[in-house]
């Protein structure tokens, strides 16, 4: 569906680059989590996408084409909810007749059904609105356009914890097989449970990019108070109720992931998750598994 193909990027050439030699696709269906810490180049990449940015070498591609030409075919494929954004002071409904001409599988059913979830009103004006709820107002358009790609640039940040919680079932419920959701945060807790693929990013590099069901396979996360097991873990963390740990998944069943766990062990121990799955995939090619 998306293919970066050995992508690199700068804001200038004074500065050392935000993406480099970034190669890697995203398929059809599922909700991938894009993680870093604040600066690492999430945003950037995400613009990439969407082509509102230009790699300085390598190029994107949507479908086939080069995100970059912005052929209406293309964006009416796609939307992005960016981290900051300014909308007009009109009304939601407003707002849906103005730019809903530019979707061709728009559903004004869907936009009342996910504006429920958040306990909104087509007929509030949006200048009257916080941060948080102007996003609530923008992810339901983007949810209503029925793209089959939708990216979200840092969507938690200005929500509370009840908005972070009508957020997670917002996403169920725009999953379908046919949609690919791109969510890059850094608030790892608030994806937790919602994601099919992660791909972790760091001093322009890509730590890690996998799907959960793979990832399972390679570790295993649990709580401990056995000394010998926290030492001989590949990451471990005092935690409620004992020490989190993550070990080798020695027998190779899929296991339930602890995201924050192994995003603090991919940006923290780099080279144990490349060794992993360098290792893991030398025993696919191989037919070991």
């Known amino acids: 569906m998306l293919k970066f193909d050995n992508v690199s990027f700068?804001?200038?050439?004074?500065r050392g680059p935000v993406i480099k030699d970034f190669s890697f696709d995203i398929e059809p269906g599922g909700v991938y989590g894009l993680l870093g810490k604040n600066g690492v180049g999430k945003s950037t990449l995400l613009y990439l996408m969407a082509g509102a940015l230009t790699p300085s070498r390598g190029e994107v591609l949507y479908l086939g084409v080069n995100t970059r030409l912005r052929l209406p075919s293309t964006l009416s494929d796609m939307f992005i909810v960016p981290?900051?954004?300014?909308?007009?002071?009109?009304?939601?409904?407003?707002?849906?007749?103005?730019?809903?001409?530019?979707?061709?599988?728009?559903?004004?059913?869907?936009?009342?059904?996910h504006l429920d979830v958040f306990g909104m009103d087509e007929g509030v004006n949006l200048g009257e609105l916080?941060?948080?709820?102007?996003?609530?107002?923008?992810?339901?358009?983007?949810?209503?356009?029925?793209?089959?790609?939708?990216?979200?640039?840092?969507?938690?940040?200005?929500?509370?914890?009840?908005?972070?919680?009508?957020?997670?079932?917002?996403?169920?419920?725009?999953?379908r097989d046919d949609r690919t959701f791109v969510i890059s945060t850094h608030q790892v807790r608030d994806m937790d449970q919602m994601l099919d693929h992660i791909i972790i990013m760091d001093d322009a590099r890509i730590l890690?990019?996998?799907?959960?069901?793979?990832?399972?396979?390679?570790?295993?996360?649990?709580?401990?108070?056995?000394?010998?097991?926290?030492?001989?873990?590949?990451?471990?963390?005092?935690?409620?109720?004992?020490?989190?740990?993550?070990?080798p998944n020695k027998d190779g069943r899929e296991t339930e992931i602890d995201v924050e766990m192994l995003f603090n062990l991919a940006t923290e121990r780099p080279y144990i998750v490349q060794s992993v799955f360098s290792d893991y995939k030398t025993q696919i090619d191989n037919g070991c598994q």
């Open 10 to 14: 700068s804001y200038s050439r004074r």
């Open 83 to 113: 981290e900051e954004f300014v909308l007009p002071t009109i009304s939601i409904r407003d707002f849906v007749r103005v730019n809903s001409v530019f979707y061709p599988d728009f559903s004004s059913d869907d936009m009342r059904r």
């Open 130 to 175: 916080s941060m948080g709820q102007k996003k609530k107002a923008l992810m339901s358009f983007a949810l209503a356009c029925n793209t089959p790609l939708v990216i979200m640039d840092e969507p938690t940040n200005g929500l509370d914890i009840p908005g972070k919680d009508a957020f997670r079932r917002f996403i169920a419920g725009g999953m």
């Open 208 to 247: 890690l990019n996998a799907g959960i069901s793979e990832i399972g396979r390679r570790f295993k996360f649990t709580l401990t108070d056995s000394p010998a097991v926290i030492s001989s873990a590949l990451y471990a963390s005092p935690s409620i109720g004992g020490t989190a740990v993550v070990l």
